[in-house]
């Protein structure tokens, strides 16, 4: 069983920047591919980037820039930078892994990040 537990949320300013992590359970191969969604408050859960176990990374045409997906060869942990935080950055910020591009059917919980001015 295959579990996502994402952290490093919080409260921070616009400007300002914050790394999430993802930590996984599970066989490495569980979770060959892992990626960051979010959801903003009332709005449809988006992608952000993905990464796979090799350090192949593919962001979201909107997410280019500010956003940086990083994973180490053969960890089960994955980390999403970003900077300069907007208001339009605040979301559950969603971890999520599968053993390969059609089957990505593990998710975490999620973790609050509220940008404030």
């Known amino acids: 069983q295959v579990q996502l537990v994402e952290s490093g949320g919080g409260l921070v300013q616009v400007g300002g920047s914050l790394r999430l992590s993802c930590a996984a359970s599970?066989?490495?191969?569980?979770?060959?591919?892992m990626a960051w969604y979010r959801q903003p408050p009332g709005n449809q859960r988006e992608f952000i980037a993905s990464?796979?176990?090799?350090?192949?990374?593919n962001y979201s045409d909107s997410m280019k820039g500010r956003f940086t997906i990083s994973r180490e060869k053969f960890t089960k942990t994955m980390y999403l930078q970003i900077d300069s935080l907007k208001p339009e950055d605040t979301a559950i910020y969603y971890c999520?892994?599968?053993?390969?591009?059609?089957?990505?059917?593990?998710w975490g919980q999620g973790v609050q990040v509220t940008v404030s001015s």
């Open positions: 999520n892994a599968g053993p390969n591009a059609n089957y990505m059917d593990y």
């Open positions: 990464i796979t176990r090799t350090g192949i990374t």
């Open positions: 599970g066989t490495i191969w569980s979770v060959n591919i």
